[in-house]
């Protein structure tokens, strides 16, 4: 969880937009394309342009910011300054939307059942009914003799049995 998601990416490298199919691209509010010197630097320009074509396809997920894509070096210090200014320029009108605050609380809530999640499967796990038999049942549903819905129901079974019988 993050104020603001930066994507950093290589200049060149196989299937340029590969991120695009796995919606790590749709995240972004910011996309480098880092090492944007020397023989790189052509591959560079055509990885911002193909980037900035993409991000017009894809759906806005925020009404106030258009995720920008520009390219920069570490090695030459060029588009760092310009980079900066896009953070400190997100920062600045997702503040001043009110964004950010709810971006914020938005993230406390996913916290929170994160952690409840993490804390339910840790008492879960631990029911000696369910931690007696879970590598029977995992190696059953892996090998198809049990459908993994079937498995989860005999698991939750166990479970409240356990419960019932006090053996958390």
Same mark, same amino acid.
């Given at each position: 969880?993050?104020?603001?998601?930066?994507?950093?990416?290589?200049?060149?490298?196989?299937?340029?937009?590969?991120?695009?199919?796995?919606?790590?691209?749709?995240?972004?509010?910011?996309?480098?394309?880092?090492?944007?010197?020397? *023989?790189?630097?052509?591959?560079?320009?055509?990885? /911002?342009?193909?980037? =900035?074509?993409?991000?017009? #396809?894809? +759906? !806005? %997920?925020?009404?106030?910011?258009?995720?920008?894509?520009?390219?920069?070096?570490?090695?030459?210090?060029?588009?760092?300054? *310009?980079?900066?200014?896009?953070?400190?320029?997100? /920062?600045?009108?997702? =503040?001043?939307?009110?964004? #950010?605050? +709810? !971006? %914020?609380?938005?993230?406390?809530?996913?916290?929170?059942?994160?952690?409840?999640?993490?804390?339910?499967?840790?008492?879960?796990?631990?029911?000696?009914?369910?931690?007696?038999?879970?590598?029977?049942?995992?190696?059953?549903?892996? #090998?198809?003799?049990?459908?993994?819905?079937?498995?989860?129901?005999?698991?939750?079974?166990?479970?409240?049995?356990?419960?019932?019988?006090?053996?958390?």
């Amino acid at each position: 969880m993050v104020d603001m998601f930066v994507l950093i990416v290589p200049p060149a490298g196989g299937d340029e937009l590969q991120g695009l199919k796995r919606g790590i691209v749709e995240m972004a509010d910011l996309i480098l394309v880092n090492k944007s010197d020397g *023989e790189l630097l052509i591959p560079a320009r055509r990885m /911002k342009a193909e980037y =900035t074509s993409a991000m017009k #396809l894809l +759906r !806005k %997920r925020s009404k106030i910011w258009i995720p920008k894509v520009l390219k920069l070096s570490s090695k030459t210090k060029e588009g760092l300054p *310009e980079a900066w200014d896009k953070m400190c320029e997100f /920062k600045s009108v997702m =503040t001043e939307s009110g964004d #950010l605050i +709810r !971006k %914020r609380q938005r993230q406390q809530t996913v916290w929170m059942w994160n952690h409840i999640r993490e804390n339910i499967m840790d008492i879960f796990k631990s029911n000696t009914n369910v931690a007696n038999s879970v590598n029977e049942i995992e190696r059953e549903v892996g #090998l198809g003799v049990l459908t993994p819905g079937h498995g989860a129901d005999l698991l939750l079974q166990l479970f409240r049995l356990g419960v019932q019988e006090n053996k958390l």
